[in-house]
């Protein structure tokens, strides 16, 4: 390396030796020191010495115009001439590098740098290039075919895919199946199937099994429940179960082909116990009693149809005795002396006591502990709680049996569950009202009251005025001017009854409109409330239209309980 150092006046260097000197760019540093890079070499051992003269003129013209800068480089740009260049980190790094083998290090081209290269360009492992006449021996993991939305320019020999199929050429390889082998499919019987493009392979399903193609390359076999499983709970029909073990079974409807059933017992051992059938020539029942106990084998029992037994403390069920009847237990006294609580008499004693005893009565009169007088239509006998039975007045309501308005002899009314009202009179002058008596809270009568009824309920009307001129109605559509219209058989007529005085029982619309006795209704099941605007039911005389009483019906399920 030469060192010149720069002064006034020109600089003379001696070398000695110097076999080669080559053209040698200088690098002026900030010091002004001019450095020589060791690029000079082989000093052979000829001296040489010349004299080398820098002038300082010239040196000064190329850098004086120059400016300094970090990261900055000098070099002659020609002759005189001088100029500035980057000196950027990726270049001071090969400047400081040692060697070529130290710089490629540094640019990182590893050994492909030194590779003998192959004709063309280098193919690199993950990148994405075009190869051309390339070979390719084996394929791992298939490869991946960019789609094409029409064929290329040039298609011949060339593999190619769009959207819809493959190609080679301009052949669908797919459609036509050329250049993709068939596969051949097999079943447990039948013959061998060939399956090529085109084709579909059908998995189809057997006895008690389905096949569900549940995704689009999965295909689903499943059993259905005709196919009995280990785990499962099923309902085996028409099977037969050869040598089964059966634990701890639950059976219902068993029906056995063979004529024998044999049980092992507690132990397993060569004794069995065989219940065997005769063959039937019909279907048969035996049935085994509700109860806990041993069954008899025929001989163990000794009663027969024909045999003579003596039972002894046996309870009979329904017996039924035939023929004539003997013993001890049965007796045949006409006077019944034994009073015996435990024997039998015979019907000809029992006729011959009763005979005896009655005292030949032919009547209720003749009877020792009856007493019978003055004996009146539709009355009963009652017990008088002392020592005889009695003829006695019936007493309905109130209506003495005495009177003929209450011999009832046609039947015995027995009203129970009905409101009852008490209809005692009417006006005799002008006929205007009935008279309900004791409708009051306090007792008192009232004349034409509004009556409040509930439906579904019955109402009894005890017609107690007892006059024929003021025969008594439910009616609708009237007023206290004007007749209304009986009831009908389409609202409530059917529900009405009359029971006479003498027990004569009328029903339906032919029991309305009466002046004795006792009218009964039973109220429809409405589904409104009934009033002067809705129904208009009311009570009046089909004779005078002034004698009248509306009636208000409530409807529980309709209205709640009110009777607006």
Known sequence: MLLLTPSKYPISVEVTALAVIAPVPLVISALSAVVVPSFVRSIAATALTSEFVIARESFDCAIAGLTSAADKGIQFTGSG??????????????????DAAAQRTTLGLGTAAVAAAPSGDIVGTTDTQALTNKTITTIDEGITLTLHSGAPGTPTNKLYANSTSLYFGTTDVLATGSGMSSFSAAGDSGTTQSITNGNTLTIAGGTGLASVASATDTITLNIDSTVATLTGTQTLTNKTLTSPTITTPSISGLTLSDASIVLEGATANDFETTLTVTDPTADRTITFPDGTGTVALTSDITVTASSTTTFTNKT???PVLNGTISGTGFLDEDNMASNSATALASQQSIKAYVDANSGGAS?????SDATVSSSAAGQVLLYDGTDSIDNKAINVMGISGASSAAAFTASLPMMFGGHLYTVNGFDTSSYNYYTFSGYNADGTDV?????YLIAGHTYVFYLAFNNGSHPFAIRTGGSDSSGGTNLTSSNGGNNLIHISTNGTVTTGTSANAKSSGWLIWKVPHFTANQKASVGDYHYQCTAHAAMFGQIFIMSVSAEGGSFA
């Not at 009547?363 to 009877?367: F, I, K, V, Y």
């Not at 004349?447 to 009556?451: K, T």
Request: charged share 15%.
């Open 81 to 98: 001439t001088a100029g500035t260049f980057d000196l950027t980190a990726a270049g001071k790094a090969l400047l400081d590098d040692a």
């Open 316 to 318: 009979h069920t329904n």
């Open 363 to 367: 009547s209720l009169n003749g009877l």
């Open 447 to 451: 004349n034409d009251p509004s009556l």
